[in-house]
């Protein structure tokens, strides 16, 4: 049973985490099975100049990016979210974090270098070595076990500095580097310390590059029980003022006021208030997963129009082309006339404007090619990229809550409503601790029972496993026995990993102990670690724990 409350109480959460990551799941399956061939036959990664898909973009966790003045606090309300410090962590009044930490979730606790994590294969941060060598060693992972960093991933920065300092000793583009990681971003905290409210060039400068990003934009005025409740108003104006000037969105920004540590406020004069606050900021959280999941399948949505479109195009010109002579002088006819050639597609084939390429560069790229080796219009292609979008985009998006769905109902279907997630220590409102709610994204830190740290791994290996073809649930002998063969590790080794892995010892592996398999060949083929003696507990899956706990008591009482 939970530690802390009953499995009831979370059970929508985890519905609603589970469904997301099923969304992905079915994302990533359509976009290999229908979109990937058609993309690569009609070059999409060339004409419009994007990559293919990788896994990584659809198993991708929800990033949150915390972004402000130094010392206002960003990384003691990182530490406060999790509910425990983190490897790397540095808190302190003078500048501290001089570096961008990403804070995820893995097995063990430890720091990895930014060159590590910008070419790291399941992780989303390539890209980042553009940036250059000063911002990788500027650049760290914080890797821990955390129920919070299972649901989102994030992304603490270097406080802003003032004036010079900021522009000189930093070696590298710091705002071009937000920009980067606000354009993966599904959430930004940009937070002040009421205490020292000064919005600097910097932070101007800063609010800047999150231009076109509003809508992921919240603020928190942190620190605010330092100050009394007649400098609490003006600040709170000062800063709705100065945000009203700095930001180009025509709402008005959240600002949330509390104060976002775990300790007791200086003063309990606006402590209801603060409450209500940190209540409405957990909900804001709470929603994250079901955004990003809407945000991926409308990432997709945009990328099958064009792919469909990419597709007219190229089967276009080539039927456009002679059989025998002249082909060279048709193409360049073609390219001359492109805008008369797009004009004609989009009517022809009731297209949107925005779904095609730009013209001069698509143009530019068609002086690359040979038009009588483009492939031809197919539309088996076409009809099944139409019946994504007409049918299985539709089905995945009733999986998830409704779109119309207020926060507050969305995150009441999150979390059973009477325990909407609240800040993580009441203690500190002076209250009791008796309704502890230790993540908002429905994850009890403390729910040990629940918690598996191999859970991403099971998510990305489930359809591994499927495809070994398990009969009734589990893995014949042999086939396991093929899968572990594979990984080249000696003999013994192996057998060590078995004697792990299948652990109710019935020579066969279901999905959990699949999972385990493969994280230890894992550890020692690619990181070279010893295999342990028995496995660590949060590497045992829960669907294992009694059994395996059972067998430790009785190995103890000498049975
Ligand atoms: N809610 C709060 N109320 C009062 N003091 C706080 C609060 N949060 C943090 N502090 C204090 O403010 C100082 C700065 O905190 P912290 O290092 O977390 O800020 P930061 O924004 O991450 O700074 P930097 O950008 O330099 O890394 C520390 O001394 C910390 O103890």
Not at 147 to 169: A, W
Request: net charge neutral; glycine share 6%; with cysteine.
């Amino acid at each position: 049973m939970a530690s802390s409350g009953s499995p009831e109480r979370h059970a929508g959460a985890n519905e609603v985490s589970d469904r997301t990551a099923q969304v992905a799941a079915r994302l990533k399956q359509i976009y290999k099975k229908y979109v990937y061939p058609v993309e690569k036959k009609y070059q999409y990664d060339f004409f419009f100049e994007s990559p293919f898909l990788s896994d990584v973009e659809f198993d991708a966790k929800p990033q949150v990016l915390l972004v402000g003045q130094y010392s206002v606090g960003k990384t003691s309300f990182i530490r406060y979210l999790l509910g425990r410090n983190f490897p790397g962590q540095r808190i302190g009044p003078e500048p501290t974090t001089d570096r961008f930490t990403v804070l995820l979730n893995g097995p063990e606790e430890r720091t990895i270098p930014g060159n590590a994590l910008s070419v790291h294969p399941d992780l989303p941060f390539k890209g980042l070595e553009r940036f250059g060598v000063n911002f990788l060693s500027r650049l760290e992972g914080s890797q821990l076990s955390s129920s919070v960093l299972r649901s989102v991933t994030l992304v603490d920065t270097p406080g802003i500095l003032s004036g010079e300092k900021q522009r000189t000793n930093r070696g590298y583009d710091f705002t071009k580097v937000v920009a980067w990681f606000a354009e993966k971003a599904d959430l930004i905290i940009l937070l002040f310390d009421a205490h020292k409210l000064d919005i600097s060039d910097e932070l101007k400068g800063a609010i800047d590059v999150l231009k076109g990003h509003e809508d992921k934009i919240r603020c928190i005025l942190n620190k605010a029980d330092q100050i009394d409740r007649q400098q609490l108003m003006r600040v709170y104006g000062a800063l709705l003022w100065s945000l009203g000037k700095t930001m180009s969105s025509p709402e008005v920004a959240r600002v949330y006021v509390g104060s976002f540590w775990q300790e007791p406020l200086k003063s309990m004069d606006n402590a209801a208030l603060f409450e209500m606050e940190e209540r409405d900021l957990m909900k804001d959280l709470a929603v994250l997963p079901r955004q990003s999941a809407v945000r991926k399948i409308n990432e997709l949505v945009k990328r099958i129009r064009k792919v469909k479109t990419l597709a007219y195009i190229v089967g276009h010109l080539k039927s456009q082309m002679p059989t025998l002579m002249g082909k060279e002088k048709k193409q360049q006819k073609l390219i001359q006339d492109l805008p008369n050639v797009f004009r004609s597609i989009l009517k022809k084939y009731n297209l949107a404007a925005g779904d095609f390429p730009e013209i001069q560069s698509f143009a530019a790229k068609l002086q690359e090619v040979k038009f009588q080796e483009l492939a031809p219009l197919n539309q088996k292609y076409i009809d099944d990229l139409e019946r994504v979008l007409t049918d299985e985009i539709p089905q995945l998006m009733s999986q998830l809550p409704s779109e119309r769905d207020s926060p507050e109902t969305l995150c009441n279907k999150m979390t059973s409503p009477e325990n909407m997630p609240i800040p993580k220590a009441a203690g500190k409102f002076g209250k009791k601790d008796d309704h502890y709610e230790g993540n908002p994204f429905g994850y009890d830190e403390t729910d040990q029972e629940r918690y598996w740290a191999l859970q991403d791994s099971a998510d990305r290996l489930k359809n591994s496993y499927l495809q070994l073809g398990p009969e009734g649930g589990y893995l014949s002998t042999e086939k396991a026995r093929d899968v572990l063969l594979r990984t080249g590790l000696e003999k013994d080794q192996l057998r060590q990993i078995w004697n792990l892995s299948d652990m109710d010892r019935d020579g066969l592996f279901d999905f959990d102990e699949y999972v385990v398999a493969m994280f230890l060949c894992d550890a020692v083929v690619q990181k070279g670690r010893p295999i342990p003696s028995e496995l660590p507990a949060s590497v045992v899956p829960p669907s294992k724990r009694e059994l395996l706990s059972a067998r430790k008591q009785s190995a103890f009482d000498g049975e």
